[in-house]
């Protein structure tokens, strides 16, 4: 049985924004969504994620960024993504009925929620599907310094061909982070998870990363979401 979705909207600063919420009977943890820089809350592959989550008894709610509402290309700057982060958790904490409460995001969707944790925004813990630690072909540009900071349980799902993360300086990452970090390798996928000679759809490829997102939520979801400062 599908999980019916709601349309909501929150203000950030003088934008407003969209988001779409979902609450399955039963679910036992709250999931915000941020999409990548390059496509918006309703690309197929954060809709396939975000159901097949929903069916697994995940709340989730998934939101644009100002820019994307707006029809820009450009990302907005890390302050005015932190700030839609935090009121997307705001949002999200009047919806969660004492669930824990995770951020997640798709690629410049989790760099700016792993920001927004460093800067104080409270979490149960942090998800990133395909971790830009660096722009392709540029290894030592790492984007990773406020990642250290952080305490909170982190599972980094990324793909073996993805071209915004080489393999050894991940994983030397994730284990600098410590035992709170958890790195989970897909076979074959590049950045949007897509494998060569695999038929299948994006929201498909979201769709196959719930049962592990899932099952982590549950093993580390202690956090109960909370009323932000």
């Not at 009977?25 to 989550?53: C, E, I, N, Q």
């Amino acid at each position: 049985m599908t999980t019916p979705e709601f349309p909501i909207t929150f203000e950030v600063g003088d934008a407003t924004v969209s988001g779409v919420f979902a609450e399955p009977d039963g679910s036992y943890a709250s999931l915000v969504v941020a999409h990548g820089a390059g496509a918006g809350m309703d690309h197929p592959f954060l809709v396939g994620f975000t159901r097949a989550l929903n069916a697994l008894g995940v709340a989730t709610l998934r939101f644009n960024f100002p820019y994307r509402e707006a029809g820009r290309k450009f990302p907005d700057r890390p302050p005015a993504a932190i700030a839609a982060w935090r009121a997307a958790m705001e949002a999200a904490v009047s919806r969660s009925a004492g669930r824990p409460l995770w951020a997640a995001g798709k690629s410049f969707g989790g760099r700016m929620a792993s920001m927004a944790v460093a800067e104080g925004m409270p979490a149960a813990g942090l998800v990133y599907l395909g971790y830009p630690l660096h722009p392709p072909g540029k290894p030592e540009k790492l984007r990773d310094e406020h990642l250290y900071g952080l305490t909170l349980p982190m599972l980094f799902l990324q793909g073996t061909r993805d071209t915004f993360a080489t393999p050894e300086l991940l994983e030397a990452v994730v284990a600098r982070i410590g035992p709170h970090a958890t790195l989970e390798w897909r076979e074959g996928g590049d950045h949007s998870f897509a494998v060569a000679g695999a038929k299948r759809s994006a929201d498909e490829a979201g769709a196959s990363l719930a049962a592990t997102v899932a099952e982590f939520l549950k093993t580390h979801g202690e956090y109960p979401a909370s009323v932000l400062p």
